[in-house]
Structure formats: structure tokens, C-alpha cells
């Protein structure tokens, strides 16, 4: 029998396909995703404060009250800023009005006594802006009577006994004066440099009594009274120098 030599042919491995080379990035190479759009950030916003640099003059009026009665105020001053702080020079004129009324039983009699001073202020103050054109102030100022026996009496008694009445006045001149005292303010208010309108709500304390009480024989006793001033001022101003 021939024997049938089968030559079996070797397989050989299935040829696998070639990969492709992956080139990986350098460290120094730069890589750009185009796919993401890169968005600057919006600019903030800043909040900032108009600058001021400019010397301005003013009238000013008001009405307020104080521990002996009403007042009203009239006065001029001076104004200097500098962006976000200022100084104030001020004088203003005051007069203090207050009245008390005193029944007495025995004879049925009336009696009223007027307090009415008229007093000049001076005063200096600091100024910080809070806002463009709101600030809030400090400072001190000084009051000056011009007529410190201010007061007047009178009575319903019958003309025989005036002569009462005019003695009772010149014992109370003599007794009670208005002296001068000096007090701090504090103050807020609203200044324009666009359109010159001032207004502002002003407190001030007195740590001397207002009224001195002298030493006398009528029985008139010392007293505590300190003042405490409120007044509500509006006012106008003109400027002095150029605004830079």
C-alpha cells in the first residue's frame, strides 16, 4: 500500500492589524481644546466716589427746640471740601423764647414771667461724606447772649401796686443770667456742590448751665440747667473757588 505522505500545512498566525502610534505630548507642548470656548470674565464694577475740592460760602435759616423753650436760627457759613471730608465755619443768630405762668390764690393774682435771649453761635465742625452728597458732622460751638437780663414780669394787679411788678423784674435781672457756654454738636445732613441746597438736623449739649443764678436776698435758689439744643437748618451756598 502507498502510503499517502499528507503534508499538512502549517498554520501561520492571522496577521493582527497595526496600531497606530500614540504621540503623547511633551511637557513644554501646549495643548488647545477647541472645543471649549475660553470666556474672559466680565470687568467688576467699582464702586467710586466723584472727587471734590472746592471752598463754598452760605446763608442758612431754622427752627428747633431747646430745653427753656423755642428758637429760631439765622446765620452764614463757610464750607470747605475735600473729597469725602470737610470743614464748616459757621455764626448763627439765635433767640430763645420761653414763658411761665403762675396763679396765685391769695388776692386771685396772674403772674407771667418771659425768658427771651438772643444769643450768637459760632461754631466749627467736621464733615465725612458718607455718600456723594449725605454726611455726618461733629464738632463745637459756643454761645454768646447779648442781652443776658432777658426777661420780663408781669402781673394783673391793679395799676396802684405796678410798682411791684417793675421790682419783681429788676430782682429777676439782677438774679438770673444768661451766661455763656460752650456745648459739642453732632449733626447729619445733605450738601450739593451740583445744586447748593444744605440742610441738616443738628444736636448740641451745654455742660454749663445756661442760666447763672448770682447770690441774692429774694430767696432765688441755684438751678441746674444745662441746654440741649435741636435745630433743623436749610440753607444755600455759592461756591469760592473753582470745583477741581
Same mark, same amino acid.
Given at each position: 500500500?502507498?502510503?499517502?505522505?499528507?503534508?499538512?500545512?502549517?498554520?501561520?498566525?492571522?496577521?493582527?492589524?497595526?496600531?497606530?502610534?500614540?504621540?503623547?505630548?511633551?511637557?513644554?507642548?501646549?495643548?488647545?481644546?477647541?472645543?471649549?470656548?475660553?470666556?474672559?470674565?466680565?470687568?467688576?464694577?467699582?464702586?467710586? *466716589?466723584? *472727587?471734590?475740592?472746592?471752598?463754598?460760602?452760605?446763608?442758612?435759616?431754622?427752627?428747633?427746640?431747646?430745653?427753656?423753650?423755642?428758637?429760631?436760627?439765622?446765620?452764614?457759613?463757610?464750607?470747605?471740601?475735600?473729597?469725602?471730608?470737610?470743614?464748616?465755619?459757621?455764626?448763627?443768630?439765635?433767640?430763645?423764647?420761653?414763658?411761665?405762668?403762675?396763679?396765685?390764690?391769695?388776692?386771685?393774682?396772674?403772674?407771667?414771667?418771659?425768658?427771651?435771649?438772643?444769643?450768637?453761635?459760632?461754631?466749627?465742625?467736621?464733615?465725612?461724606?458718607?455718600?456723594?452728597?449725605?454726611? &455726618?458732622?461733629?464738632?463745637?460751638? &459756643?454761645?454768646?447772649?447779648? $442781652?443776658?437780663?432777658?426777661?420780663?414780669?408781669?402781673? $394783673?394787679?391793679?395799676? &396802684?401796686?405796678?410798682?411791684?411788678?417793675?421790682?419783681?423784674?429788676?430782682?429777676?435781672?439782677?438774679?438770673?443770667?444768661?451766661?455763656?457756654?460752650?456745648?459739642?454738636?453732632?449733626?447729619?445732613?445733605?450738601?450739593?456742590?451740583?445744586?447748593?441746597?444744605?440742610?441738616?438736623?443738628?444736636?448740641?449739649?451745654?455742660? &454749663?448751665?445756661?442760666?447763672?443764678?448770682?447770690?441774692?436776698?429774694?430767696?432765688? *435758689?441755684?438751678?441746674?440747667? $444745662?441746654?440741649?439744643?435741636?435745630?433743623?437748618?436749610?440753607?444755600?451756598?455759592?461756591?469760592?473757588?473753582?470745583?477741581?
Amino acid at each position: 500500500a502507498k502510503e499517502v505522505a499528507v503534508l499538512e500545512k502549517k498554520k501561520t498566525p492571522q496577521e493582527q492589524p497595526k496600531q497606530q502610534a500614540i504621540i503623547e505630548p511633551e511637557p513644554d507642548d501646549i495643548v488647545i481644546d477647541t472645543a471649549e470656548t475660553i470666556r474672559e470674565p466680565k470687568p467688576k464694577r467699582i464702586f467710586s *466716589h466723584k *472727587h471734590y475740592y472746592q471752598t463754598r460760602i452760605g446763608i442758612r435759616a431754622g427752627v428747633g427746640y431747646s430745653v427753656i423753650g423755642n428758637l429760631g436760627a439765622i446765620g452764614v457759613f463757610a464750607l470747605w471740601r475735600h473729597d469725602r471730608l470737610g470743614v464748616e465755619l459757621a455764626a448763627d443768630y439765635t433767640w430763645l423764647s420761653s414763658t411761665l405762668k403762675e396763679h396765685k390764690q391769695i388776692g386771685n393774682i396772674d403772674e407771667k414771667t418771659v425768658f427771651r435771649y438772643h444769643v450768637i453761635m459760632p461754631q466749627v465742625a467736621a464733615r465725612l461724606y458718607l455718600l456723594s452728597d449725605l454726611y &455726618m458732622g461733629v464738632g463745637v460751638g &459756643m454761645s454768646i447772649p447779648l $442781652n443776658p437780663g432777658g426777661i420780663d414780669f408781669s402781673s $394783673n394787679r391793679t395799676a &396802684m401796686f405796678a410798682s411791684v411788678d417793675e421790682l419783681t423784674r429788676e430782682h429777676l435781672r439782677e438774679t438770673l443770667r444768661a451766661r455763656l457756654h460752650v456745648m459739642p454738636l453732632l449733626k447729619i445732613g445733605y450738601s450739593s456742590f451740583k445744586n447748593g441746597i444744605e440742610a441738616s438736623l443738628q444736636y448740641g449739649y451745654g455742660f &454749663m448751665d445756661l442760666i447763672k443764678t448770682n447770690e441774692n436776698p429774694y430767696g432765688y *435758689h441755684k438751678a441746674t440747667n $444745662n441746654s440741649h439744643l435741636l435745630l433743623l437748618t436749610v440753607g444755600y451756598t455759592i461756591p469760592l473757588t473753582k470745583q477741581k
